[in-house]
């Protein structure tokens, strides 16, 4: 890639990237693993699912950490008891527990010149709700959901190649190579390199860092940072930049 790059478009992942999701839908896997199984589970091992890949959704994490433990559970009863404690009766779940990762000063100055959209394996009420807590819609136009993702959600491409298409139905077209996406999984970097974007990784402030880094590394991030509100700082930085450990 060139050394002066014109990013047009920043496109986020949500959980442990915008917010922390640790009170939320990390407690939400915890306690219906629990329900079901009667063991407790740890950050760890959940973060371990994660680092295998093709766990995006949190719900068939869920059923598949059910599952290897021997129980037979339909994947539907599961949803329900995951979804009983992260929305609640009324909203009013685990999704209030989510403290922001970045502040408002720094989207106004990544506002400034750039696009910002969200590509979350969420559910868009889920996504849309919380920009709305947070009073961050103004700031992202773009939003692509799990329900524009179908059987294709990250780490396959689609995703993030389904929302240039959406920009450029908007009448703004941008390039692969105009764009960056920002998330905390390998199946963001895989599906992020697969695009042919550039690639920030965040090492969320519930995970290792001296653990994590390397594996984003590995896995095509052109640079990894824990703080999101040092984005702004970092964007000038890329075309120095090369995935220092990919082997993909």
């Not at 295998?52 to 869920?62: C, M, N, V």
């Not at 009448?171 to 599906?191: F, K, L, N, R, T």
């Not at 290792?208 to 970092?234: C, F, S």
């Amino acid at each position: 890639m060139p050394e002066n790059v014109d990013l047009n478009a920043l496109l986020f992942d949500m959980d442990g990237v915008l917010v922390d999701v640790s009170r939320s839908y990390r407690r939400a896997i915890e306690e219906t693993v629990e329900h079901f199984t009667g063991r407790q589970i740890g950050e760890n091992a959940i973060q371990r699912y994660k680092n295998y890949g093709g766990f995006e959704d949190d719900w068939k994490l869920t059923h598949a950490i059910v599952t290897d433990t021997a129980m037979e559970v339909p994947i539907s009863r599961v949803i329900d008891k995951f979804q009983d404690r992260y929305r609640g009766d009324d909203w009013d779940g685990f999704i209030t527990e989510e403290p922001p990762l970045i502040d408002d000063q720094t989207l106004d100055r990544l506002n400034q010149s750039h696009i910002l959209g969200i590509v979350t394996g969420r559910p868009e009420e889920e996504a849309q709700w919380t920009l709305d807590h947070q009073n961050w819609t103004d700031y992202f136009p773009l939003l692509v959901g799990k329900e524009k993702q179908g059987d294709r959600a990250k780490p396959n491409p689609f995703p993030l190649e389904h929302s240039l298409t959406m920009l450029a139905a908007a009448g703004c077209p941008i390039d692969p190579e105009e764009a960056v996406y920002i998330g905390d999984s390998v199946d963001d970097m895989d599906a992020a390199r697969e695009a042919g974007m550039w690639r920030i990784g965040v090492v969320p402030p519930y995970v290792e860092t001296d653990e994590h880094k390397p594996l984003l590394e590995e896995h095509g991030a052109h640079v990894v940072i824990d703080d999101l509100n040092t984005l702004p700082d970092v964007l000038p930085t890329l075309g120095e930049r090369t995935p220092a450990r990919s082997t993909r």
